[in-house]
């Protein structure tokens, strides 16, 4: 069993050969979800395609629960549920691995198409916190769904494909940039400059709007009014990719926090069903407060544990806050990792480092742990321990020196309820970026984590 613990020597020199094997065959399926799963709609998707592959039936339609039985929750089509019923009653407590699906991006306006001097744009509000400049002169992919006056459901996934078009946000050319340059890097380009071009051309007694408008009619079946009944995200359409001659490491779009949800998924998928009821929840709106009814602020999972309890003769709002508080969760979203171009604003003792483990992290929150869980050292040692006997490759990690840094998960949500909770997972570089960038050994045992989490007694 390799070496759990270290500040000096990196996970895959820990590893022996049949380990660096899974590790590099897990990043290849890794890549493959990130670059299907642009979106949280389509990571809902592909998260049902796989656990219905694996057995897993809707929750909602369940009359009993027995051990054993996989059941699912899809809320809305942005949020889900899998859970692996435990031998021990639902109320003994269970065993939750919260990620969240959402990730920074540009979502279009309701009155998005407008013609300036010959260029058509979108105009976007950005969704998440993001260094506005870094999404310009970049290729852009506008995924998501209209609904037409009709009722009629249109889904809509432009710029992913090679021979699909993109959509692109132009920059001030260097050469007239003068009074531009003299700005903060915040103020160097606006949130209303985040105008994504999406057509030039016109035609015979048509504007270039016109044309469009006239393509999306005859394409699609939508009109301009339908854009205020739309759901359309731009997102980065790179493609995922390895990083160095080594291909140690993973670039790409929206890894913030879907190293952790693809970790989830795999680790309810294969591990072993447990003493206690396992529970992978994949969440929404987290990057803006995980507000509205996808998002953990709202019921849906009360009613889900509800529901699994009320299946077992149980289902009292008491039972629930019982349960709560009989229960574990690591709350898996990544933690910053220590850049060496950027030193100044990290604590290098304490903060991760890119290749060396799932970061376990005790607070978040900024400054004097304000939003923070705080987790207590009686659950910090339990975990540690079943990372340790499971020859989990781990290390511990903050957000930024102290008066620098700062960020928040779900940790505090679940807790309120009783919950035992741990901030837990991937360290990455180039966070809420366009092209976020890990290290495949870290992703691998955060997947080797949340297993042996679900497992453990």
Known sequence: MKETYSRTKPVWARMNEEERKATMEYGERYKKFLDTARTERLAVTEILRQAE??????????????????????????????????????????????SHLDTPRLDLKGNPVHESDGVVYFRTHYYGGIKKYQWTCIPMALIGVVYTRSGKKVEINVGMKDDDPVFYISDLLIHMAQDQM???????????????????HSEENLAAKDALMKFFKDTYGIEEEDFATAELELVPATKSRDVGFDRSLIASYGQDDRVCSYANLEAILHAEPGEYT????????????????????????????????????????????????????LSADVNSCMDPMFPEVTEKDNSSLLGYGIALTKYTGARGKAGSNDANAEFMHKVRTIFNEAGVAWQIGELGKVDQGGGGTIAFMMADWGCEVVDCGTAMLSMHSPYDLLSKADAYETYLAYKAFFESR
């Open 182 to 200: 003299k700005k903060t890097l915040a103020q160097g380009i606006t949130g209303e400059q985040l105008q994504a071009i999406c057509a030039t």
């Open 278 to 329: 396992q529970a992978a929840l994949l969440t929404d709106k987290e990057e803006i407060g995980s507000y509205g009814n996808t998002g953990m602020e709202s019921s849906y999972f009360v009613k889900v544990v509800m529901k699994m309890l009320a299946l077992q003769g149980n289902g009292s709002l008491l039972e629930f806050y019982e349960t709560m508080e009989n229960s574990e969760m």
């Open 53 to 98: 592959e694996a057995g897993f039936k809707p929750l909602y339609d369940m009359k009993e629960l027995k051990p054993g039985d996989k059941v699912f929750w899809n809320q809305k089509g942005k949020s889900v549920v899998l859970a692996v019923i435990g031998k021990k009653p639902v109320h003994d407590g269970l065993k939750i691995v919260g």
